[in-house]
């Protein structure tokens, strides 16, 4: 399984960005689907993660700001951040959770390659 980010760039303060991560290979089902970021000397970090149900969860710093989403048909998550703020800035990494097999129930967590989310005026 690849997963591919993109949509990251540079924004003012206050700006917007919408992240994308499609997943591609074999994939039979998606479970969790997240975004993650990591700032320059800081550890990564969650961001918002949504269920396969659709029910999504926030960092603190981030609630009512960023909204997480997936299209489920195409394996793609987004991230919709808005109101960004100079903390914000980070790469970001999407993951997710995949079974790739109808007769193998494990399933194993991938990463994608993360895109550069800076905010500055």
């Known amino acids: 399984v690849q997963l591919q980010a993109s949509g990251g760039g540079l924004v003012p303060p206050g700006g917007s960005l919408r992240l994308s991560c499609k997943a591609s290979?074999?994939?039979?089902?998606?479970?969790?689907m997240g975004w993650y970021r990591q700032a320059p000397g800081g550890q990564r970090e969650l961001v918002a993660s949504?269920?396969?149900?659709?029910?999504?969860n926030y960092a603190e710093s981030v609630e009512g700001r960023f909204t997480i989403s997936r299209d489920s048909a195409r394996n793609i998550v987004y991230l919709q951040m808005n109101s960004l703020k100079p903390e914000d800035a980070a790469v970001y990494y999407c993951?997710?959770?995949?079974?790739?097999?109808?007769?193998?129930?494990?399933?194993?967590?991938?990463w994608g390659q993360g895109t550069q989310v800076t905010v500055s005026s």
């Open positions: 993951n997710g959770n995949f079974r790739s097999f109808s007769w193998d129930r494990s399933s194993s967590t991938y």
């Open positions: 290979g074999t994939i039979f089902r998606v479970n969790d």
């Open positions: 949504i269920t396969s149900g659709g029910s999504a």
